[in-house]
């Protein structure tokens, strides 16, 4: 299901299967950081400084977990990531279009 902005909200989300949200302006670490789901307006902890425009993860993910964004696989996660973590080239490796992971289960 697609997701309305709401007022005061610092994050997106565009699908309830996402793991991450879209932050809506540069965050510090320690901010509170608020995204609407079906549940209503949700918040979380900023962990680290993150630019705008860039994910912040909405659940844990452990190594090897697949990264929903808009409601499809964009990556794998290459470390456990948090709540409330950074989540970016540093800690997701990219699936699409890697003919090293052809054929196998999740890709």
């Known amino acids: 299901m697609k997701q309305q902005i709401a007022d005061g909200v610092d994050a997106l989300i565009m699908d309830n299967r996402d793991h991450v949200a879209t932050v809506l302006r540069e965050i510090m670490s320690g901010d509170t950081v608020r995204y609407r789901d079906d549940h209503g307006i949700r918040e979380i902890t900023a962990i680290d400084l993150i630019p705008f425009g860039h ?3 909405i659940e844990v993910l452990d190594t090897g977990d697949d ?3 808009y409601g499809e696989i964009i990556g ?3 470390f456990a990531i948090l709540v409330g973590q950074h989540v970016h080239v540093h800690n997701i490796e990219g699936i699409r279009g ?3 992971r052809a054929g196998k289960a999740g890709t």
């Open 76 to 78: 794998r996660a290459c």
């Open 98 to 100: 890697r003919g090293d």
């Open 55 to 57: 994910k912040i993860a």
């Open 67 to 69: 990264v929903c964004k």
